[in-house]
């Protein structure tokens, strides 16, 4: 074997290739192929878009196993430990059968630079391919048409929604944007989009592939009930069910997406409208309008292009009444964010910014940050420094015990505190 722990692995794939993100599918097809990992015994849902697709994967994983199925579910990046990109029957994978993998996929690259994220799919499609399953979840890691999990013609094809982000790989407006998320849909099989008001280009590429179209609001849909919701599918009377466990409206959208792609399958896998209650109720997502106990209180969101930002801000009036004080912000992106428009929609809720600088190579140094916020208002900045952990124990030394701590802009400045809050836990007696 190269390496001989999963850090060595990890660390060996980032400097494989000479870009951390080099979209395409004719380097990296030839090593699936010899791997033999791209003609799946068990049914097969990718999910895309630019916001919701995690929440919609996490929802359609408590379901399925919330009925006694096997569940192999891929997504990315990961919060605390990269094993958590790949998870069998609700267990991360170890480092071991990650590393054994990982050297599978070395043997069948012969010598071709996958990226980092491609490395990591084929080794993910490699053990789903090996494990007893029923079912395979996949999460688009990227757009769509060009990322590496679209190597496989899923059953099931879902876009949750289509939003401006990564506009420099997909393209500037949104139709370009959706045209490449469009990507995984395939001829003759269920399309789902997860979005009302989505750009046409995305609706007409299904169309125009022969796919069969569900986008919500037209082919199914949702609406509030005295108890909860009920979920409207095509053709037949709607379903009470209980609200996901994820906050906020928006959570409806993605559940009714997750509910229809559910519905897709179920002549191949049956699933009883009480085991979409019971999924409903044990969806389990970190980062993720994430409310952790104690005073002050924190809440940590991953939030970090516009419309994720204006769907935080409205988690955050609904949840004002939780608490007396001021909200204050720690806020760091990447340097391909818009960070003016991610920012506006939390400006009148936040009373003090405590900006920093995510660990990623891809990071915005704090002080560019400070200057393209520079004449946001009103915004109050008290601190700009470069480590996310100082910047937190300043917000936290400022907070008083009725104010609310926000963490926001990235995975890593999540993951940040996530780690920090886990540190401070008081150790079980």
């Known amino acids: 074997m190269r390496f001989d722990t999963l850090e060595q692995w990890l660390r060996w794939q980032e400097g494989l290739h000479p870009n951390r993100?080099?979209?395409?599918?004719?380097?990296?097809?030839?090593?699936?192929?010899?791997?033999?990992?791209?003609?799946?015994?068990?049914?097969?849902?990718?999910?895309?878009?630019?916001?919701?697709?995690?929440?919609?994967?996490?929802?359609?994983?408590?379901?399925?196993?919330?009925?006694?199925?096997?569940?192999?579910?891929?997504?990315?990046?990961?919060?605390?430990?990269?094993?958590?990109?790949?998870?069998?029957?609700?267990?991360?994978?170890?480092?071991?059968?990650?590393?054994?993998?990982?050297?599978?996929?070395?043997?069948?690259?012969?010598?071709?630079?996958?990226?980092?994220?491609?490395?990591?799919?084929?080794?993910?499609?490699?053990?789903?391919?090996?494990?007893?399953?029923?079912?395979?979840?996949?999460?688009?890691?990227?757009?769509?048409?060009?990322?590496?999990?679209?190597?496989?013609?899923?059953?099931?094809?879902?876009?949750?929604?289509?939003?401006?982000?990564?506009?420099?790989?997909?393209?500037?407006?949104?139709?370009?944007?959706?045209?490449?998320?469009?990507?995984?849909?395939?001829?003759?099989?269920?399309?789902?989009?997860?979005?009302?008001?989505?750009?046409?280009?995305l609706r007409a590429r299904a169309e125009a592939l022969g796919a069969e179209v569900l986008q919500l609001g037209r082919e199914y849909d949702w609406g509030d009930t005295a108890e909860g919701w009920e979920w409207q599918p095509r053709g037949r009377a709607a379903i009470a069910l209980p609200p996901p466990t994820l906050r906020g409206t928006f959570q409806f959208d993605n559940a009714a997406l997750a509910c229809t792609a559910v519905d897709c399958l179920v002549q191949r896998l049956p699933v009883s409208i009480e085991g979409l209650r019971r999924g409903l109720q044990r969806i389990r997502l970190s980062g993720r309008f994430q409310i952790l106990p104690g005073s002050p209180q924190w809440i940590l969101d991953v939030a970090h292009n516009p419309q994720a930002a204006e769907s935080l801000a409205a988690n955050l009036r609904a949840n004002a009444h939780a608490r007396a004080g001021r909200l204050l912000a720690v806020f760091g992106a990447l340097s391909d964010k818009e960070v003016g428009a991610v920012v506006r929609p939390l400006l009148p809720l936040v009373h003090s910014w405590y900006l920093t600088q995510p660990e990623d190579s891809r990071a915005m140094p704090v002080d560019d940050l400070a200057v393209l916020l520079g004449g946001c208002e009103p915004m109050r900045v008290s601190c700009a420094e470069a480590q996310v952990e100082l910047a937190m124990s300043q917000a936290s030394s400022a907070a008083m015990a009725e104010d609310c701590i926000l963490v926001f802009g990235s995975f890593t400045i999540v993951e940040a505190a996530l780690r920090r809050y886990a540190m401070l836990m008081p150790a079980p007696v």
């Open 21 to 201: 993100i080099e979209l395409g599918l004719d380097r990296i097809r030839p090593v699936s192929d010899r791997l033999g990992v791209l003609s799946p015994s068990r049914p097969v849902i990718t999910v895309g878009g630019t916001n919701g697709k995690g929440s919609t994967v996490a929802m359609l994983d408590a379901i399925y196993r919330a009925n006694g199925y096997r569940v192999g579910r891929y997504t990315s990046p990961h919060l605390l430990r990269y094993n958590e990109r790949v998870c069998i029957d609700g267990i991360d994978a170890s480092d071991r059968q990650l590393c054994e993998a990982f050297e599978r996929v070395d043997d069948a690259r012969a010598g071709v630079p996958l990226t980092f994220f491609e490395f990591g799919t084929l080794a993910a499609l490699d053990l789903f391919a090996r494990a007893d399953l029923d079912l395979v979840i996949l999460e688009v890691g990227l757009g769509g048409r060009l990322d590496a999990v679209n190597l496989v013609d899923a059953d099931v094809a879902a876009v949750s929604g289509v939003a401006r982000d990564h506009t420099a790989w997909l393209g500037e407006d949104l139709d370009s944007i959706a045209s490449e998320k469009a990507g995984i849909f395939r001829s003759c099989r269920p399309a789902l989009i997860g979005q009302r008001a989505a750009p046409a280009a």
